[in-house]
C-alpha cells in the first residue's frame, strides 16, 4: 500500500475502516443487549452482574500478554487474525451454552482473545499512521458509526426474533471482522530502535499523560451506567433517551473525523486537559438534571470528554514508544484504563443509591483530576516527539 498524492492510501482507508466497522458491529450488540440473552437463559440478577464481571477481569489479564506476543511475533496482521477467529469460535461455543457455570468458563475465553482486539488494532492503525499510510482517527470513526448501527438494527432485530438471537448476530458481527482482518496487508517487522521518549522525566509524563486520559474515561462510568435512568425519571421517553445517545455518538464520530488535525496542532496533552475540563462542566450541568435541550447540549460535548481523550492516548502512546513496541504501548495504556474505568463503574452503583444525579458531581471531580494530570504530564514532558498522524 503506498501513498497516493502524499496521501493514505485509499484502498487501505477502506480496509482500516472497514475493520473497524466489523469489530464494532458485534461489540454494538453486545453491550446493550448480551444481559437480555442472559436472561434468556434464566440467569437471575447476581449470576447476571458476575457474568458481566468476568470478561472485564478476563482482559486483565490477556490484554498485556497479547500486547507483548503481537510485538514478539513481529506480525500484528496475523495475530490480529487469530484472536478474531478464537473470538467467533468463543461466540459458537457460548450460543450453544446453558450452564451458569459453562456460560462463565466460554465468556472468560471468549474475552481473552476478544477485548485485547481492540487495542491491538489501535496500534496496528497507528503504525500505519505513523508510515503516511492511514488517518487513525477517520479510520476510529467508522467504529462508532457501526457500533450506533448496531445498537439500532439490533434492537429491531431482538424485537423479532427473541433475546435468544442476541449471541448468534454477535457471531455475525465477529465473522465480518475475521474477513476484515484478513483483507489487512501485514506490516513488516519493524527494526528495534530507542525509544523517542527517554529520561526518568519524560517517561513519568508519558505515564502521567496516559492515567490522565484514563480518568477522563472513568468520569463516564455514572453516564454509561445510570444516564437513561435518570432519564427515564425525568419523564423522557424511550425514543428522546436514543436520541440523546445518538447525539452523542454523531458528536464522537465527528471528532474522529477532524480530530487528527486537532491533536497534531495542538498535542496530546492540551486534548486531554480540554476532555477533562469539559467533563467538568458536562457532569456538574447533569448533576442539576436539566431539561431537554441543554442535555442535547451536553451529549454533544461527548465529542470532547469521549473521543479527544481517547484519540490523544493512541497518538501520545504513538508518540512515546517505539514501532516494534508499539501493541505493548497501546495495550498497557488500555490496560490501564482498564482498571480506573472498572474502579469507576463499581463505585457508580452506591454513588447512585445513595446521592442519584448528584453522584455525576463526583464524575465532575473525576474528570478535573484528568485535566489536572495532563496539565502535570505537558509539564513532565514538554516537547513533541513527533506525530503518528
Not at 486520559?213 to 419523564?235: D, I, M, N, P, R
Not at 477533562?276 to 442539576?288: C, L, P, Q, W
Not at 460535548?301 to 508518540?319: C, D, I, K, Y
Request: proline content about 5%; some cysteine.
Amino acid at each position: 500500500m503506498r501513498e497516493v498524492d502524499g496521501r493514505p492510501a485509499p484502498a487501505l482507508k477502506l480496509r482500516l475502516g472497514g475493520a473497524y466497522a466489523a469489530f464494532f458491529l458485534a461489540m454494538g450488540i453486545q453491550l446493550p443487549y448480551l444481559p437480555l440473552w442472559f436472561q434468556h437463559r434464566e440467569l437471575g440478577p447476581e449470576a447476571i452482574g458476575v457474568a458481566l464481571a468476568v470478561p472485564m477481569l478476563a482482559r486483565l489479564v490477556s490484554m498485556p500478554l497479547l500486547g507483548l506476543l503481537s510485538d514478539r511475533l513481529g506480525r500484528p496482521k496475523a495475530l490480529l487474525v487469530a484472536l478474531a477467529v478464537a473470538t467467533a469460535c468463543g461466540m459458537v461455543l457460548l450460543a450453544l451454552s446453558a450452564d451458569f457455570l459453562v456460560i462463565l468458563v466460554v465468556l472468560a475465553f471468549t474475552a481473552l482473545a476478544w477485548m485485547p482486539s481492540l487495542s491491538l488494532l489501535d496500534s496496528y492503525a497507528s503504525r500505519q499512521a505513523r508510515a503516511g499510510q492511514a488517518d487513525y482517527g477517520k479510520a476510529r470513526q467508522w467504529g462508532s458509526a457501526s457500533f450506533l448501527v448496531a445498537n439500532l438494527v439490533g434492537g429491531a432485530l431482538v424485537g423479532m426474533l427473541g433475546a435468544g438471537s442476541v449471541v448468534l448476530m454477535m457471531l455475525a458481527g465477529q465473522l465480518a471482522y475475521v474477513l476484515a482482518t484478513l483483507a489487512l496487508p501485514e506490516l513488516p517487522r519493524p527494526e528495534p530502535r530507542p525509544a523517542p521518549v527517554s529520561g526518568r522525566r519524560a517517561r513519568l509524563g508519558v505515564l502521567a499523560g496516559i492515567v490522565a486520559a484514563a480518568l477522563v474515561q472513568a468520569s463516564h462510568a455514572t453516564l454509561y451506567a445510570f444516564a437513561s435512568v435518570s432519564w427515564k425519571a425525568q419523564g423522557y421517553s424511550f425514543t428522546a433517551i436514543g436520541v440523546l445517545w445518538a447525539v452523542g455518538v454523531a458528536a464522537e464520530m465527528a471528532l474522529f473525523r477532524f480530530g487528527t488535525r486537532l491533536v497534531v496542532r495542538f498535542g496530546p496533552h492540551a486534548l486531554i486537559a480540554v476532555g477533562g475540563i469539559t467533563a467538568v462542566v458536562r457532569f456538574a450541568v447533569m448533576a442539576s438534571e436539566p431539561p431537554l435541550a441543554v442535555l442535547v447540549l451536553l451529549q454533544l460535548l461527548h465529542a470532547f470528554t469521549f473521543a479527544a481523550t481517547f484519540l490523544a492516548m493512541v497518538e501520545l502512546v504513538s508518540r512515546s514508544v517505539s514501532e516494534h513496541r508499539s501493541g505493548t504501548g497501546q495495550t498497557a495504556a488500555a490496560w490501564i484504563g482498564s482498571i480506573l474505568m472498572s474502579s469507576a463503574n463499581v463505585a457508580s452503583g452506591p454513588l447512585w443509591a445513595a446521592f442519584g444525579p448528584l453522584a455525576f458531581l463526583v464524575s465532575s471531580a473525576i474528570g478535573l483530576a484528568g485535566a489536572l494530570a495532563a496539565l502535570l504530564a505537558a509539564r513532565l514532558q514538554p516537547h513533541s516527539s513527533g506525530s503518528g498522524g
